[in-house]
């Protein structure tokens, strides 16, 4: 293999490397020629940035839409439920599956967890809602229906977080991750603000 480096003007300049092979049987042969450049190794380079940018920004933009959908499905539910507490939660893993349990089939929910939801409790009981424009009750449980409420972890789409775990009386436990801002957001919360949340639940749930 033979290489040749371009000049210009006299500097010491690469803008072109021509790498050949010549035939070995006929020296004015060639068998293989390759051209390589600084500048198409930059286009290449700008080539990944642009689409690391454009990838990055349609995430950003995906989910900036998924918490304005959520934050307005909550302004619906409060508008529905008027002098109820509300929470933004994501949903655990299990969720769909507990569900079943209490007889319900809610379709859509992300298998690895992470679906948003809002909690609404009063003291006639809690409910779970989903949806943006219009929400929808996907379960409502009278305190009656409710064994207890306690501190859990729970996956959504995620490693272990502390989250919220409501006990029904048919035994199905549904698991919510509470998010650390109550219109919900994009940071999950603290143990020490779900503890918060629980104690909230149970106060009310007791009429205190």
């Known amino acids: 293999m033979q290489r040749q480096v371009g000049q210009a003007g006299g500097a010491d300049v690469t803008p072109l490397v021509a790498d050949y092979w010549l035939d070995p049987d006929d020296g004015n042969g060639l068998t ?36 304005h959908r959520s934050r307005t499905g909550q302004l619906t539910v409060a508008t529905l439920r008027p ?39 009063s003291t006639w009981g809690i409910e779970l809602w989903r949806g943006g424009r219009a929400p929808y009750v996907v379960v409502p449980l009278p305190w009656s229906a409710v064994a207890s409420t306690t501190e859990g972890s729970g996956h959504a789409a995620s490693s272990a977080r502390p989250a919220v775990v ?23 919360a603290s143990t020490a603000q779900v503890q918060g949340l629980v104690t909230a639940l149970r106060t009310v749930r007791d009429g205190g």
């Not at 509300?86 to 967890?113: C, F, I």
């Not at 006990?167 to 940071?187: C, E, F, H, K, Y």
């Open 32 to 67: 293989s020629l390759t051209f390589t450049s600084p500048l198409t190794v930059m286009q290449d380079a700008l080539v990944d940035l642009c689409d690391a940018i454009v990838v990055g920004g349609v995430v950003v933009v995906v989910f900036w839409w998924s918490v």
């Open 83 to 121: 002098g109820w507490r509300l929470h933004g939660v994501w949903a655990d893993e299990s969720l769909g599956r507990e569900l079943v349990k209490q007889g319900v089939w809610e379709a859509g929910l992300r298998p690895v967890g992470g679906s948003r939801l809002t909690v609404a409790w």
């Open 166 to 188: 409501v006990t029904t009386l048919i035994g199905a436990s549904l698991v919510l991750v509470r998010s650390a801002r109550g219109s919900g957001g994009v940071l999950p």
